[in-house]
């Protein structure tokens, strides 16, 4: 069985779609989509591992986890027509949650002891505001960049899932003016000049800070 996608596949790939009817628009998304992946390819087989590979790499690259599944719906179009049904992918698995969970929201007065507890530390503060905006995990805080910060939403993509945090149009003003200050144009914002992201028993206080983590890594208030 052939395993390689060429040029004239692309073509005869052209051809069957417009046999089936399908709209300008879809036509040209699919050839666009199928020429990109077949040049990821580079004349080499595709395989299951292959495709799987391509489509994480798109992640890591900075595309939208939608824009990623509407590649991959494409890409399994082509390798259907194909008769490389075996190498289709699944798409992402999105998650959508809108700011935080309620059964997650911290009391006020945590909020206040976790500020508290922040002092004099602008990227500590900054850091637990975040976390208590968007009901983050510390270990997902390398998630909130520039970009994120600009766009008002953060896509953090863990395990094969992906779920979109949205983030408050303030935090996202003290977020850009902490990256401005910082001398941060793009990436992390709480990235240290050492290369290091938050860390929780040193970001949060260890034992005696006002927060402790969960298994999951979840910020969890505790009771006063």
């Not at 991959?72 to 179009?77: E, L, P, R, T, Y």
């Not at 969970?101 to 976790?114: A, G, I």
Request: glycine share 8%; charged share 30%.
């Amino acid at each position: 069985m052939k395993n390689r996608i060429s040029h004239s596949d692309l073509q005869h790939f052209a051809a069957y779609l417009r046999r089936e009817e399908k709209s300008a628009g879809t036509i040209e998304k699919y050839l666009r989509d199928g020429a990109a992946f077949a040049a990821h390819m580079g004349g080499a087989p595709v395989t299951k591992e292959a495709v799987a590979a391509w489509r994480d790499g798109l992640t890591t690259q900075g595309y939208a986890p939608a824009t990623v599944n509407s590649m991959v719906a494409s890409v399994n179009a082509l390798l259907r027509f194909q008769g490389m049904e075996d190498c289709r992918v699944k798409a992402l698995r999105l998650q959508r949650r809108v700011f935080r969970d309620q059964s997650r929201e911290l009391t006020r007065e945590e909020y206040e002891r976790l500020l508290t507890a922040a002092g004099e530390k602008p990227r500590l503060a900054l850091l637990m505001e975040t976390i208590c905006s968007t009901g983050i995990r510390v270990s997902e805080a390398r998630y909130i960049t520039v970009e994120a910060a600009r766009a008002g939403r953060a896509d953090i993509s863990l395990k094969g899932k992906v779920r979109t945090i949205l983030l408050p149009a303030k935090l996202c003003r003290k977020l850009l003016k902490y990256a401005r200050k910082n001398k941060t144009a793009s990436g992390e914002i709480f990235l240290t000049r050492s290369g290091k992201g938050p860390d929780a028993a040193a970001d949060l206080g260890g034992d005696e800070s006002p927060v402790r983590q969960g298994q999951s890594g979840e910020v969890q208030g505790v009771p006063p």
